[in-house]
């Protein structure tokens, strides 16, 4: 379905308003197909369609801002900012008892899953030691998928991975074994809505990787402002290796780890000085 300027620049602004994605060209294209799609499995009028999509936040518009978003991810990816991650949650478990860990645009479970596999590989998941690993996304679909813990070959670059360790085949599929979902769970957020991280308070570690990229500076700055306001005092934020936050944000403070930038609080530096 071919949207009209006016049609579109409506749709366009909620989507950038609401979501944070910044609308790119070849976006327009995708965001015109799934309405099509959708105007033949709703048996609605594009009218009565593009009403919806205008009414404020609901199940139509999460489908159509996750019709042209990107969900390509796959297990152990950038693994050497994952290994510098699970050695400073080991080195955090060493003086408390509980750590709580994010993962925001989780998509299909293939970043917390890998998180959880590293930690039990790790040794350090004793007993009266809580890890708790949540991802959230803003589609869906996504979530049903992660909780359903089920994938394709795509979702594995790295051939060194022994797969039948933590994955049991099934016909073309690979179904995570259960002792690796103990410890993770998954909802729906938006990144930009403070309700999102309400009930997450003091949180050791949030991973936004690879989310910033597709994110308008205005929305950047918005989640930066919930991920601050959630993150304990001493914790940490990952963010992908190409998304550099230095000068976007007087919250955070780059820490460099084997060359990566990890992240903190400013309060957190400002306090170690006195």
Do not use: W
């Amino acid at each position: 379905m071919k949207l009209d300027e006016k049609e579109f620049f409506l749709i366009k602004d909620r989507i950038v308003r609401d979501f944070g994605i910044a609308f790119r060209d070849e976006k327009r294209e995708l965001l015109e197909e799934f309405i099509e799609e959708r105007l033949k499995s709703t048996g609605m009028s594009a009218e009565e369609y593009l009403s919806v999509l205008k009414d404020g936040i609901n199940r139509e518009l999460i489908l159509a801002v996750s019709s042209i978003t990107n969900k390509e991810t796959f297990f152990f990816r950038e693994m050497p900012q994952l290994k510098i991650a699970i050695q400073l949650l080991q080195g955090m478990l060493k003086s408390r008892h509980r750590l709580r860990i994010l993962s925001l645009g989780c998509s299909g479970g293939e970043e917390p899953y890998t998180l959880s596999i590293l930690l039990h590989e790790r040794g350090i998941l004793f007993p009266g030691k809580e890890v708790s690993i949540t991802g959230i996304d803003i589609d869906p679909k996504a979530i049903k998928k992660a909780k359903e813990a089920v994938y394709s070959e795509n979702s594995f670059r790295n051939k060194e991975i022994p797969l039948s360790r933590y994955f049991v085949k099934e016909d073309r599929f690979y179904r995570l074994k259960e002792i690796y979902k103990r410890i993770v769970d998954f909802r729906e957020g938006n990144i930009l809505d403070r309700k999102t991280f309400l009930e997450f308070i003091n949180v050791d570690m949030v991973f936004c990787r690879n989310v910033f990229i597709y994110m308008t500076d205005e929305a950047i700055k918005i989640a930066l402002e919930n991920i601050y306001a959630s993150l304990s005092r001493d914790g940490y934020l990952f963010t992908g290796s190409a998304e550099s936050i230095t000068n976007r944000t007087d919250l955070f403070i780059p820490e460099y780890h084997e060359g990566f930038a990890v992240y903190r609080k400013t309060d957190y530096r400002r306090k170690e000085a006195l």
